[in-house]
């Protein structure tokens, strides 16, 4: 099939993305020990390289490639420019961190690459098999940085488990995925359509085979009850690895989720009208739980896991409310996605900045902070109240927008549970904001003299976040408050990106 | 009147400069603050002018089928979203909407507020965060202002949230305090319950128009495109927002308790910039409450005269004088929803008014005495007149105005609510109102001569008159409480009267019903005569109540119970779910988390594997229920 390879250039920048994360690995192995901080310097810079890059080939373009497994279209675009952004934002993030605690910076760096390689390849495929192995690329960086502080046991306590239960939750994927063919013969999205929209009655194999193919992305997006591993992984990996999880990982899972379901099962309209329910049950279990179990935390990454799992609850109402005539839910994943990983960004940079100055995460620890580093603790305030969608923040927009969408999507009892569970985790967010603002100063950390537990404290005065950190803070800050008083430029694009998976609309 | 944007914004725009600058400006920028919202208040009067000149042949102004009265909306793109060929599009705008009740609005807010922020350079001077303090105090007006010139649900919305934020700072303002921060969480949590039902109304009724637009949603109401039940629905679910933020039974609980913040502040919740926006809210959208008979109303209306028949008993009893103000702020409250439920539309905003101008004269002379007294009790104050005339004069002022006695503002209110009520509920409506009326003069008589005559307690010796930046704003909102009720008049040729200028569909005349009059002038000058003979001149022990009936003043004294059952509810219910759906997720999820089995591991190396192992097992077990329930749930959807 000679149309196989026609047009392969447009994969330029993946092939550059791939050879940067080699070339990192590379460079890292010839670096003497003192050099090695050129490492994130240069991922930063070709990342760049390749933002513009994609910008210049890709803009405007539709096409396929390799006879319709990937998609080259707005769709594929926004997400590859989004993806990689957030990677020059992570690594930054990073670099302090990397420097003082971790070993081996330069594979850390070529890990975070790969695993943006196998994001970008998610949000373009258009087929099971393709998307399977673009998610096990990122799965398996992701395993790996998980446990990358090899010498704390809560670290590779973390890894394994994620490793062994992503290995059990990949099984239920594959055996989803070899069920859908064997029934339908198909693996592309657009034939599952075509062949969900011809068959009289759904074959018991076809909708076992959807169940599992759904809940090994449950799994990815840990939807309840697929959720357990998270807590887990998200308190023992490093920092900026759950930082990564919360926000990367995630948003490359939904942005597959969206386009399967909506080029897979949304054409067929008189199928996808009877499962939206699935979905939607989906959406209220994960909501209600990650946000009530999200009251009962004292560890900050905890309660970060069980936030995040709450918002996996929303964007799953968002999917299923997606129609086939409408962009207006796929807007409004899609925006919530961008609102919610800038957010999460801020909030978990000041955590990283908190963390390089203290050493300390536990909720307890950030008493005072407001006293004690007034801008950390503005932006964790910031950011929590925009993950609690209160206005003028991105938070409130993106809430808006999507159960605006929800709601017209006929779901709007789902729509009002939303906005309930968004009261909930109101009051746990407010529990940390009352912590930094409200708490006083602890004796033991205004003296710099030794707590109950033996741990010594370092007087804080003199301390101050990094200007790198200060940096990303600044933007991300600004990001937040731009996205939520003027997201029209951003939904332009988001509108241009839906209409490519979505063309009935 | 295209430029009544700036009102709002000019308040924004103060907040943030004073946070940056303030340190290096004198007085900590707050003159920036009281510039902005001095500015907004000169705009005002150029957006009434303009608004008064206008006809429905302006450009952007027509006479509104919905409400009657001649309104004129200008808007500007916010963002668009969606395809603008698709009737599902979303289109924000940032529309601001002037008819006469968000005029009257205005006029309220930019005049309290401005006068609150003066009085405030006084009260608050010292205090180490005042430029925080007027910061959030801008954003708090310019907030407020906001809502009432919003002419979209969205745009209401998100400045209803914000008002929630910046109650929230300023109640929790002096946080060194527990009991502040603790009010300061509870007003927010409280309303927020309310705004859940808010804003699914508001998604409802973008579902059934397609718009946030409000002019089309009462489109839809009133000629019948959405069905009774969709309409009525609406109104319920905007009632409880309003509900929540307005205190309303049984949402009441959050207002007693914020009198924690700084007492300017509580004079802005009271009178202008908080509680009043549910009471705007239910009126604003009073098309779609009215639509097919009123049948929300009726529920307005029983909310109200509830609320304002408990609250007006517990403010009776209470000792602490902002708390006997902040009851009877409820119980007021609850006369305007029940003047809204009675379709008495005129009266209710005409009472909001009022009630604003009194009830902020109040809090800002509670605030003087406390200024000088330092006490809250009020047994512990007594003959203030003779240190504080100003204070105490002004003072009785507004609780005269409060209370219903001929002549004063707030007689007038009253007696075109109980007007309304009268006419349009039936006699158990009007017959309590009627206690509420009397129960009303007779606590604000009872703080007023408690706190200001009779003998000059011992101790307060060394009180003292408050400075002029103090005693100035009192004195003018003094002015309004007396006299607003003028505006009330139709002078015929000049002045069509309020009622000729906000009005529901049709003009109101000015009417005065004698029996209701005289009944309430009865009323009124009964309870303070009955209070004088009570705590003036001694004759009759106030106690009487105490020894006949205990169990009546144990429940009323204690509020009937309200932040026990509450309290009750959320410890026993609330936590019991929460606890229970964490127990579940830790039972099977580990959730003492890695720490456990990672210090044991430091010991014994082999017990790792089996520990996590162990939760493995079990969190695999989980996905394979979970899977085996989706499966079925598919299964169940596909056949």
Same mark, same amino acid.
């Given at each position: 099939?000679?149309?196989?390879?026609?047009?392969?250039?447009?994969?330029?920048?993946?092939?550059?993305?791939?050879?940067?994360?080699?070339?990192?690995?590379?460079?890292?192995?010839?670096?003497?020990?003192?050099?090695?901080?050129?490492?994130?310097?240069?991922?930063?810079?070709?990342?760049?390289?390749?933002?513009?890059?994609?910008?210049?080939?890709?803009?405007?373009?539709?096409?396929?490639?390799?006879?319709?497994?990937?998609?080259?279209?707005?769709?594929?675009?926004?997400?590859?420019?989004?993806?990689?952004?957030?990677?020059?934002?992570?690594?930054?993030?990073?670099?302090?961190?990397?420097?003082?605690?971790?070993?081996?910076?330069?594979?850390?760096?070529? =890990?975070?690459?790969?695993?943006?390689?196998?994001?970008?390849?998610?949000?373009?495929?258009?087929?099971?098999?393709?998307?399977?192995?673009?998610?096990?690329?990122?799965?398996?960086?992701?395993?790996?940085?998980?446990?990358?502080?090899?010498?704390?046991?809560?670290?590779?306590?973390?890894?394994?488990?994620?490793?062994?239960?992503?290995?059990?939750?990949?099984?239920?994927?594959?055996?989803?995925?070899?069920?859908?063919?064997?029934?339908?013969?198909?693996?592309?999205?657009?034939?599952?359509?075509?062949?969900?929209?011809?068959?009289?009655?759904?074959?018991?194999?076809?909708?076992?085979?959807?169940?599992?193919?759904?809940?090994?992305?449950?799994?990815?997006?840990?939807?309840?009850?697929?959720?357990?591993?998270?807590?887990?992984?998200?308190?023992?990996?490093?920092?900026?690895?759950?930082?990564?999880?919360?926000?990367?990982?995630?948003?490359?899972?939904?942005?597959? !989720?969206?386009?399967?379901?909506?080029?897979?099962?949304?054409?067929?309209?008189?199928?996808?009208?009877?499962?939206?329910?699935?979905?939607?049950?989906?959406?209220?279990?994960?909501?209600?739980?990650?946000?009530?179990?999200?009251?009962?935390?004292?560890?900050?990454?905890?309660?970060?896991?069980?936030?995040?799992?709450?918002?996996?609850?929303?964007?799953?109402?968002?999917?299923?409310?997606? #129609?086939?005539?409408?962009?207006?839910?796929?807007?409004?994943?899609?925006?919530?996605?961008?609102?919610?990983? !800038?957010?999460?960004?801020?909030?978990?940079?000041?955590?990283?900045?908190?963390?390089?100055?203290?050493?300390?995460?536990?909720?307890?620890?950030?008493?005072?902070? #407001?006293?004690?580093?007034?801008?950390?603790?503005?932006?964790?305030?910031?950011?929590?109240?925009?993950?609690?969608?209160?206005?003028?923040?991105?938070?409130?927009?993106?809430?808006?927008?999507?159960?605006?969408?929800?709601?017209?999507?006929?779901?709007?009892?789902?729509?009002?549970?939303? !906005?309930?569970?968004?009261?909930?985790? !109101?009051?746990?967010?407010?529990?940390?904001?009352?912590?930094?603002?409200?708490?006083?100063?602890?004796?033991?950390?205004?003296?710099?003299?030794?707590?109950?537990?033996?741990?010594?404290?370092?007087?804080?005065?003199?301390?101050?976040?990094?200007? =790198?950190?200060?940096?990303?803070?600044?933007?991300?800050?600004?990001?937040?408050?731009?996205?939520?008083?003027?997201?029209?430029?951003?939904?332009?694009?988001?509108?241009?990106?839906?209409?490519?998976?979505?063309?009935?609309? | 009147?295209?430029?009544?944007?700036?009102?709002?914004?000019?308040?924004?725009?103060?907040?943030?400069?004073?946070?940056?600058?303030?340190?290096?400006?004198?007085?900590?920028?707050?003159?920036?603050?009281?510039?902005?919202?001095?500015?907004?208040?000169?705009?005002?009067?150029?957006?009434?002018?303009?608004?008064?000149?206008?006809?429905?042949?302006?450009?952007?102004?027509?006479?509104?089928?919905?409400?009657?009265?001649?309104?004129?909306?200008?808007?500007?793109?916010?963002?668009?979203?969606?395809?603008?060929?698709?009737?599902?599009?979303?289109?924000?705008?940032?529309?601001?909407?002037?008819? *006469?009740?968000?005029?009257?609005?205005?006029?309220?807010?930019?005049?309290?507020?401005?006068?609150?922020?003066?009085?405030?350079?006084?009260?608050?001077?010292?205090?180490?965060?005042?430029?925080?303090?007027?910061?959030?105090?801008?954003?708090?007006?310019?907030?407020?202002?906001?809502?009432?010139?919003?002419?979209?649900?969205?745009?209401?919305?998100?400045?209803?949230?914000?008002?929630?934020?910046?109650?929230?700072?300023?109640?929790?303002?002096?946080?060194?305090?527990?009991?502040?921060?603790?009010?300061?969480?509870?007003?927010?949590?409280?309303?927020?319950?309310?705004?859940?039902?808010?804003?699914?109304?508001?998604?409802?009724?973008?579902?059934?128009?397609?718009?946030?637009?409000?002019?089309?949603?009462?489109?839809?109401?009133?000629?019948?495109?959405?069905?009774?039940?969709?309409?009525?629905?609406?109104?319920?679910?905007?009632?409880?927002?309003?509900?929540?933020?307005?205190?309303?039974?049984?949402?009441?609980?959050?207002?007693?308790?914020?009198?924690?913040?700084?007492?300017?502040?509580?004079?802005?919740?009271?009178?202008?910039?908080?509680?009043?926006?549910?009471?705007?809210?239910?009126?604003?959208?009073?098309?779609?409450?009215?639509?097919?008979?009123?049948?929300?109303?009726?529920?307005?209306?029983?909310?109200?005269?509830?609320?304002?028949?408990?609250? /007006?008993?517990?403010?009776?009893?209470?000792?602490?004088?902002?708390?006997?103000?902040?009851?009877?702020?409820?119980?007021?409250?609850?006369?305007?929803?029940?003047?809204?439920?009675?379709?008495?539309?005129?009266?209710?905003?005409?009472?909001?008014?009022?009630?604003?101008?009194?009830?902020?004269?109040?809090?800002?002379?509670?605030?003087?005495?406390?200024?000088?007294?330092?006490?809250?009790?009020?047994?512990?104050?007594?003959?203030?007149?003779?240190?504080?005339?100003?204070?105490?004069?002004?003072?009785?002022?507004?609780?005269?105005?409060?209370?219903?006695?001929?002549?004063?503002?707030?007689?007038?209110?009253?007696?075109?609510?109980?007007?309304?009520?009268?006419?349009?509920?039936? *006699?158990?409506?009007?017959?309590?109102?009627?206690?509420?009326?009397?129960?009303?003069?007779?606590?604000?008589?009872?703080?007023?001569?408690?706190?200001?005559?009779?003998?000059?307690?011992?101790?307060?010796?060394?009180?003292?008159?408050?400075?002029?930046?103090?005693?100035?704003?009192?004195?003018?909102?003094?002015?309004?409480?007396?006299?607003?009720?003028?505006?009330?008049?139709?002078?015929?040729?000049?002045?069509?009267?309020?009622?000729?200028?906000?009005?529901?569909?049709?003009?109101?005349?000015?009417?005065?019903?004698?029996?209701?009059?005289?009944?309430?002038?009865?009323?009124?000058?009964?309870?303070?005569?009955?209070?004088? %003979?009570?705590? %003036?001149?001694?004759?009759?022990?106030?106690?009487?109540?105490?020894?006949?009936?205990?169990?009546?003043?144990?429940?009323?004294?204690?509020?009937?119970?309200?932040?026990?059952?509450?309290?009750? /509810?959320?410890?026993?219910?609330?936590?019991?779910?929460?606890?229970?759906?964490?127990?579940?997720?830790?039972?099977?999820?580990?959730?003492?988390?890695?720490?456990?089995?990672?210090?044991?591991?430091?010991?014994?190396?082999?017990?790792?594997?089996?520990?996590?192992?162990?939760?493995?097992?079990?969190?695999?077990?989980?996905?394979?229920?979970?899977?085996?329930?989706?499966?079925?749930?598919?299964?169940?959807?596909?056949?």
């Amino acid at each position: 099939m000679p149309e196989l390879t026609q047009n392969i250039g447009l994969l330029s920048p993946e092939f550059a993305l791939a050879g940067l994360a080699l070339g990192i690995l590379a460079i890292d192995l010839f670096l003497p020990d003192g050099k090695k901080q050129v490492t994130p310097w240069l991922s930063a810079a070709g990342l760049a390289g390749i933002i513009a890059l994609s910008l210049y080939m890709l803009w405007g373009r539709q096409e396929t490639l390799y006879g319709g497994l990937l998609a080259v279209d707005a769709f594929s675009l926004f997400f590859k420019v989004f993806f990689l952004g957030l990677g020059i934002l992570i690594i930054f993030t990073s670099m302090e961190y990397v420097d003082r605690r971790l070993d081996n910076p330069g594979e850390f760096y070529g =890990l975070l690459l790969l695993s943006i390689l196998g994001m970008n390849v998610m949000a373009q495929s258009r087929e099971l098999l393709t998307a399977y192995i673009a998610l096990e690329l990122l799965s398996f960086c992701l395993y790996v940085m998980a446990a990358y502080a090899k010498g704390e046991p809560k670290s590779n306590e973390a890894g394994l488990k994620y490793i062994l239960i992503g290995a059990f939750s990949s099984a239920i994927l594959l055996y989803g995925v070899s069920m859908i063919y064997s029934s339908v013969g198909v693996t592309r999205f657009a034939d599952i359509s075509l062949a969900l929209g011809s068959a009289g009655d759904v074959s018991p194999a076809l909708w076992a085979g959807l169940a599992l193919l759904v809940v090994g992305l449950g799994f990815k997006v840990s939807a309840v009850p697929f959720h357990m591993w998270a807590p887990d992984v998200y308190e023992g990996a490093p920092l900026p690895v759950t930082a990564y999880l919360a926000i990367g990982s995630k948003a490359a899972a939904f942005a597959l !989720i969206l386009r399967l379901v909506a080029e897979g099962f949304v054409p067929a309209e008189d199928l996808w009208s009877q499962w939206q329910i699935i979905f939607a049950v989906l959406a209220a279990v994960t909501m209600l739980v990650g946000n009530l179990v999200a009251l009962a935390q004292t560890n900050l990454k905890r309660l970060m896991a069980y936030s995040s799992i709450g918002h996996v609850g929303f964007l799953l109402a968002g999917i299923a409310a997606l #129609a086939p005539s409408s962009v207006l839910a796929s807007n409004g994943v899609m925006l919530y996605l961008v609102g919610y990983s !800038i957010t999460n960004l801020l909030v978990f940079a000041a955590i990283i900045a908190f963390f390089n100055l203290t050493g300390r995460e536990e909720i307890v620890d950030l008493a005072g902070l #407001a006293d004690r580093q007034p801008f950390l603790a503005a932006c964790i305030a910031i950011g929590f109240f925009s993950l609690g969608g209160l206005p003028i923040f991105a938070g409130f927009a993106i809430k808006f927008y999507l159960f605006v969408a929800v709601a017209t999507g006929g779901f709007l009892w789902l729509a009002g549970l939303a !906005i309930f569970a968004s009261l909930i985790s !109101i009051y746990y967010y407010l529990k940390v904001i009352r912590q930094m603002y409200i708490e006083p100063v602890p004796e033991y950390v205004a003296a710099g003299s030794e707590r109950e537990d033996g741990i010594v404290y370092e007087p804080e005065q003199n301390l101050s976040p990094s200007f =790198l950190m200060l940096g990303v803070l600044a933007i991300s800050m600004l990001a937040v408050v731009l996205a939520g008083v003027y997201p029209a430029p951003l939904l332009d694009l988001i509108e241009a990106a839906s209409q490519a998976i979505l063309p009935g609309a | 009147m295209e430029w009544a944007w700036l009102i709002p914004v000019l308040s924004f725009i103060a907040a943030p400069l004073i946070v940056i600058l303030g340190p290096k400006l004198p007085g900590k920028g707050s003159f920036l603050a009281i510039l902005a919202i001095a500015a907004g208040f000169v705009i005002f009067w150029a957006v009434l002018s303009g608004f008064l000149g206008a006809s429905p042949d302006s450009s952007h102004c027509e006479t509104s089928a919905d409400t009657g009265s001649l309104v004129c909306d200008y808007q500007q793109e916010w963002f668009h979203a969606g395809l603008a060929s698709l009737d599902q599009s979303v289109t924000l705008t940032w529309g601001t909407l002037i008819d *006469p009740l968000t005029l009257a609005m205005l006029g309220l807010v930019t005049f309290v507020a401005l006068m609150v922020q003066v009085y405030s350079l006084g009260y608050m001077k010292g205090d180490p965060r005042l430029g925080w303090y007027y910061a959030v105090h801008a954003m708090f007006a310019g907030s407020m202002l906001t809502l009432v010139l919003a002419d979209n649900f969205l745009l209401l919305y998100m400045a209803w949230e914000l008002v929630g934020i910046c109650s929230y700072l300023l109640i929790g303002f002096w946080h060194e305090r527990p009991a502040a921060k603790e009010a300061a969480k509870k007003a927010f949590i409280v309303t927020r319950i309310g705004d859940v039902g808010l804003l699914v109304g508001i998604l409802l009724l973008w579902s059934e128009v397609g718009s946030f637009s409000m002019s089309e949603a009462f489109n839809a109401a009133t000629t019948g495109a959405m069905s009774e039940g969709v309409t009525t629905t609406a109104a319920l679910l905007l009632l409880l927002g309003a509900m929540g933020k307005s205190a309303q039974f049984p949402f009441h609980v959050w207002l007693p308790d914020a009198m924690e913040g700084p007492t300017p502040v509580s004079a802005l919740i009271h009178a202008a910039t908080m509680v009043v926006a549910g009471v705007y809210l239910v009126a604003r959208a009073f098309p779609i409450f009215q639509a097919y008979d009123g049948d929300a109303l009726l529920v307005v209306a029983v909310v109200g005269l509830v609320t304002a028949l408990m609250s /007006a008993s517990i403010a009776l009893v209470s000792v602490d004088l902002k708390r006997i103000l902040a009851y009877s702020t409820i119980s007021h409250l609850g006369l305007m929803m029940l003047s809204l439920g009675a379709f008495g539309y005129t009266a209710a905003i005409f009472h909001l008014l009022a009630h604003g101008f009194a009830k902020a004269l109040l809090f800002l002379g509670a605030g003087s005495v406390m200024h000088s007294t330092e006490a809250q009790d009020i047994r512990q104050m007594g003959g203030l007149i003779k240190v504080m005339p100003i204070t105490a004069i002004v003072f009785s002022v507004g609780a005269l105005s409060l209370g219903g006695i001929p002549l004063l503002a707030g007689f007038w209110s009253k007696d075109e609510i109980l007007n309304a009520v009268s006419q349009n509920r039936n *006699p158990v409506f009007i017959a309590t109102a009627f206690v509420v009326a009397f129960m009303s003069a007779f606590y604000m008589a009872r703080a007023m001569f408690v706190v200001f005559f009779g003998q000059l307690r011992q101790g307060l010796d060394h009180a003292h008159e408050s400075p002029w930046l103090m005693t100035a704003p009192m004195m003018m909102l003094a002015v309004l409480a007396a006299g607003f009720g003028l505006i009330n008049f139709n002078w015929p040729g000049a002045f069509p009267g309020f009622g000729g200028l906000i009005y529901f569909h049709e003009a109101e005349d000015f009417h005065f019903n004698l029996w209701i009059g005289v009944l309430s002038t009865v009323l009124a000058l009964g309870a303070f005569w009955l209070a004088s %003979l009570c705590y %003036l001149r001694e004759r009759i022990s106030p106690d009487i109540l105490r020894q006949k009936a205990p169990w009546l003043a144990v429940v009323v004294e204690n509020k009937y119970y309200f932040d026990e059952v509450y309290q009750w /509810a959320v410890d026993r219910l609330v936590l019991t779910v929460s606890g229970f759906v964490a127990l579940f997720d830790r039972a099977v999820v580990n959730d003492v988390g890695v720490n456990g089995p990672a210090d044991t591991v430091r010991r014994v190396g082999f017990v790792l594997r089996l520990h996590v192992t162990g939760h493995l097992y079990s969190y695999a077990l989980a996905m394979v229920l979970g899977t085996v329930g989706l499966a079925v749930l598919w299964w169940l959807r596909s056949v």
